[in-house]
C-alpha cells in the first residue's frame, strides 16, 4: 500500500504537537515542516520545495503555523511579523508546492474567531469579518489559503476559539490565581468567551478529514461563556474565591491587543453542528471536570 502524506506546519504549536500522533494513528506519513527536527514527526522539512524530494502528491496539509497572537502588545514591527508568520508562510507554502507540480487532496489551514472583530452578535460562518486588526488578519490569511485549491485541493478553514488544554492554551494565565483562590473579572466580564476543549479540536479535525468537508468551520464549544462566568467557573471548587476586578484602563498599555481580552465574540459552531459533529464537552462544567485544572 502505498504511503498517505500528511503535511503539517505549526507542528511545535499547542494543537500541531496533539495532532501529530493522531494522523500517525490514522495511518499518515506527517511531514513537519520546521526550522529543527522533532521526533514525532517522521520526515521534518525546512522549505516546502523539499515536499518535491519525498512525494509529488499529499493527501492532507494541516496549515496551522503562526507567532503567537497574544502574550505581547502589536506594536508595528509585531503586526508584520504576525502577518508574515501567517499570510507569509501560507502564501510561499501554496506557492513552492504549485511551482514544483505538487498536488494535494485536502488543504486546512487554520484562522480564528477573532476573524468576526468585536461584537455582541451571535457570529456563524457566513457573516462578514470584523474591521479590526485582528479580524483583517484572519480575513487576508484565509485569502491566502483559498489560493490552495490551484493544487486541486478542498479548501476546509478552521476558525478557532479559546483553546482549553492541559498545559498552555487561553487557561494557563488564570491557574495561578485560581489556586490562590483569586477570580479574574475583565472589564465590566460581560464580554463572550467561545473556548473549545482540546480534545473536541482534534475530533472535529479528524471528522472534516473523514467527511471530506470543505467551506469553513468555527470550532467553538455550542455553549459559550461571558467572561465573568467562565471566571466563576472557574473558581466554584475553591474553598474560597475573592473577586478581583480588573477595569478596562489596565488593559490600555497593551494597546490594541487589549480586544483580545475586554472584547469578544459568541461563536456558534453551525457548520460543524449541521454535518453531525457532537460534542464529548459541549459546556464549560465537562471539559474542566475532565482537565488538570487547576493543577
Known amino acids: 500500500m502505498s504511503k498517505r502524506y500528511a503535511l503539517v506546519t505549526g507542528a511545535s504549536g499547542l494543537l500541531g504537537t496533539q495532532l501529530i500522533p ?69 502564501e510561499h507554502l501554496i506557492g513552492a508546492l504549485h511551482q514544483q507540480g505538487i498536488t494535494c487532496d485536502h488543504f486546512i489551514s487554520g484562522s480564528a474567531i477573532g476573524y468576526y472583530g468585536a461584537t455582541e452578535e451571535d457570529c456563524h460562518e457566513d457573516q462578514p469579518a470584523g474591521d479590526d486588526f485582528s479580524a483583517r488578519l484572519c480575513a487576508d490569511w484565509e485569502q491566502a489559503a483559498k489560493t490552495a485549491e490551484k493544487l486541486g485541493a478542498i479548501v476546509t478553514i478552521v476558525r478557532t476559539g479559546l483553546v482549553l488544554s492541559k498545559t498552555g492554551g487561553f487557561l494557563e494565565p488564570f491557574r495561578l490565581p485560581t489556586r490562590c483562590g483569586m477570580r479574574m473579572v475583565f472589564g465590566d466580564g460581560q464580554q463572550w468567551l467561545s473556548w473549545i476543549d482540546y480534545r473536541d479540536w482534534l475530533c472535529a479535525l479528524e471528522f472534516i478529514i473523514e467527511k471530506h468537508a470543505r467551506g469553513t468551520f468555527n470550532l467553538t464549544a455550542p455553549e459559550p461563556e461571558r467572561q465573568a462566568g467562565f471566571s466563576k467557573t472557574l473558581v466554584a471548587n475553591r474553598p474560597v474565591a475573592i473577586p478581583i476586578p480588573l477595569p478596562r484602563f489596565v488593559f490600555y498599555p497593551l494597546g490594541e491587543m487589549k480586544t483580545l481580552l475586554i472584547d469578544g465574540q459568541k461563536a456558534a459552531p453551525s457548520h460543524l453542528l449541521k454535518l453531525g459533529y457532537e460534542f464529548q464537552y459541549p459546556t464549560l462544567n465537562a471539559s474542566l471536570a475532565d482537565l488538570p485544572f487547576p493543577a
Open 22 to 90: 493522531v494522523l500517525k494513528n490514522r495511518g499518515y506519513t506527517v511531514i513537519g515542516l520546521a526550522h529543527q527536527h522533532r521526533p514525532d514527526t517522521d520526515v521534518v522539512i525546512n522549505d516546502p520545495a523539499e515536499v518535491a524530494d519525498i512525494s509529488q502528491h499529499l493527501h492532507l496539509v494541516v496549515n496551522l503555523a503562526g507567532l503567537p497572537i497574544m502574550g505581547r502588545p502589536w506594536t508595528r514591527g509585531y503586526k508584520s511579523r504576525l502577518r508574515e508568520s501567517r499570510i507569509g508562510l501560507t
